[in-house]
């Protein structure tokens, strides 16, 4: 159903248009003044909103940055005093679709505003056309169009308008931060910070600080008052990348931070209101955490408002070869380079392999073949999937030409690593069971070969 806000500081001029346009079968909200309509702008984003040029407060032009500044394909159409008055041309410069003089024709502010409304209709077919080539969801950086990803998809345009949290699960390296970004920027709060937090990289001990920010004094070295990553949140999103790694003693505080909407930095005495929304993520079995102990159950609720799982790349296949084009577009953009072809035998190997480390082992391999390839495309033997056979002999093993042994046992030890990172279903500590590892050395080894999460 078409969607229209109505602003304007007389009610007498909101109910009239509320009536007009409910008349048409459309969804009509209505406020008095720009903060109340940038409250509702925050709930949900409508598909054309009328303003009023001079109202109490803040202007209409005011509001029209506003709403440009949230989702450009918003059309805006003010209503002015007269045809000639000089704020209705700079409304039209500032991207407003038309102006309607008072006073306005009945059936004119109806074709008005029934052109808007299909040229927001064209521009988001449009936009998901150009989309659907490549496949993915339209303003995002998500690629694929996957049964399993459509599912994915359907769930985050659902989510993202309104003020749930979102917890994220599915395996190590499926592209959890890439789905925060996308919740956001579909969100009201797109024009707010998007923070990512990863709190496995943050030392235990200075977590809290990370977090909730510090006063001068609070403790030796605190030389000065500091936010933390929440503060700087405040009016977007935080996100909370391996959320299950929060030490127990501070999930108490991030519950307050939900419940209240406020926190305390350390060595302060007074709360600070906040407001965020949170997106949290594990690639851990986060009802087994609680079971366990290990995770609260109250936060645990709090935090899995609405789940949204992404499914490994070899459950996807068929979004493997749209994958890496994009990748390969990407990476050779940001070299200064012209897009690489990816031969058919290079797809071919691509689409065979199991893919145990998902979307950003994928995008290793290819940005290893971009890096090698020059100007030529790129073909088998610039795609290494890292599947050295296990029974050959040192002999076999060292080529003429001599063999780089540091880089070679590097390349086995990240091919092992990826390999129980699947087959524990993206589990840490699983993983580091199945070497022999500590947690803390598997931790380690990871970080050390540039394959410690990021989403």
């Known amino acids: 159903m078409n969607d229209i806000l109505i602003v304007d500081d007389e009610t007498s001029m909101q109910e009239f248009l509320q009536i007009l346009f409910e008349g048409q079968g459309w969804r009509v909200r209505t406020a008095g003044n720009v903060e109340q309509a940038l409250a509702l702008l925050a709930e949900q984003l409508p598909d054309v909103v009328v303003t009023d040029v001079k109202m109490k407060g803040a202007s209409g032009l005011e509001l029209l940055k506003q709403v440009k500044q949230l989702d450009p394909a918003v059309e805006v159409i003010v209503i002015t005093a007269y045809a000639s008055d000089e704020s209705a041309l700079e409304a039209l410069r500032l991207g407003a679709y038309d102006y309607v003089a008072k006073p306005f024709d009945v059936e004119e502010m109806k074709v008005v505003v029934t052109r808007a409304l299909e040229r927001k209709r064209l521009l988001q077919e449009n936009l998901r056309m150009r989309s659907e080539l490549r496949g993915g969801l339209p303003g995002t950086e998500l690629v694929g169009a996957s049964p399993r990803m459509q599912e994915v998809y359907r769930l985050i345009e659902q989510v993202a308008p309104t003020r749930a949290n979102v917890l994220l699960t599915g395996e ?72 299950a790694e929060i030490p127990l003693e501070l999930q108490v505080k991030l519950l307050r931070v939900l419940e209240q909407r406020g926190l305390r930095r350390l060595g302060d005495s007074r709360d600070r209101q906040i407001d965020i929304r949170l997106v949290a993520a ?34 996807r296949r068929t979004d493997i070869k749209p994958l890496a084009r994009h990748f390969a577009r990407q990476l050779a953009e940001q070299e200064g380079k012209a897009e690489p072809l990816l031969l058919p035998e290079a797809m071919e190997i691509l689409e065979k392999h199991n893919f145990p480390g998902n979307v950003r082992e994928l995008k290793n391999i290819v940005e290893r073949a971009v890096a090698l390839s020059g100007d030529r495309p790129i073909g088998a033997d610039l795609v290494k999937v890292g599947s050295y056979p296990g029974n050959r002999n040192l002999e076999e093993e060292i080529p003429p030409e001599g063999l780089d042994l540091e880089k070679f046992l590097a390349e086995q030890e990240r091919r092992l690593l990826l390999q129980a990172l699947g087959k524990s279903g993206g589990v840490k500590t699983k993983a580091a069971e199945l070497l022999k590892l500590s947690f803390r050395s598997f931790r380690y080894r990871l970080k050390k070969l540039g394959l410690e999460d990021n989403g």
């Open 172 to 243: 190590s390296g499926t592209g959890k931060e890439v789905v925060a970004r996308a919740i956001h920027r579909l969100s009201g709060r797109a024009a707010e910070p998007f923070v990512p937090i990863d709190c496995s990289a943050i030392p235990a001990g200075l977590l809290e600080s990370e977090l909730f920010g510090v006063m001068r004094g609070a403790y030796t070295g605190a030389s000065a008052d500091r936010p933390g990553l929440f503060e700087m949140a405040s009016g977007g999103t935080a996100f909370l990348d391996e959320v």
């Open 282 to 315: 594990t690639n851990r079995d986060i009802e087994t955490e609680v079971q366990a102990g290990r995770f609260r159950q109250d936060l645990f609720f709090r935090l899995n408002v609405v789940r949204v799982h992404l499914p490994p790349l070899r459950q």
